[in-house]
């Protein structure tokens, strides 16, 4: 599988972001890993064959656009190297749309990113199977 981060695999739909962050959405699950807060969404009919991401970090913890940048840039490379064991999902079984939340409040070096993405990835693959139900609302 080639390992790379497509324009089809980037979330940038404002409707379905906008699923993601509505506060006490049903569909929306969420977990927690430092540095990371996940959110996801399992869907019936997703836009692309693979799961869409989108990876944000805080303006208020991080003023400068060049540090956000730098977080933002080491997160997609963690992803892009370690989402081969999440892309060989079948697509029922894995979240259709991912969120992945910088929390850390300092830039923390590629390899605690990369070690927190994996773990994320993993815990994403070993999802309970009530999680992934399909809501009739959407």
Known sequence: MKQTFG???RLSSHSIIGRLFKKGSSEVHTFY???FRVLYIYDQSPVSPLPQVLFSVSKRN???AVD???I???CREAYRLNKESLVTLTPESRPSYIAFLYLAKE???YDVIETAMKQSLTKLEKLPA?????HPNS
Not at 130 to 134: D, E, F, V
């Open 33 to 35: 890993l430092f540095p």
């Open 68 to 70: 956000r940048n730098l």
């Open 107 to 109: 830039i923390m070096s």
């Open 72 to 74: 933002r840039r080491r």
């Open 7 to 9: 324009k089809n695999e």
């Open 130 to 134: 009530t999680h992934r139900k399909i």
């Open 62 to 64: 991080f003023k400068k």
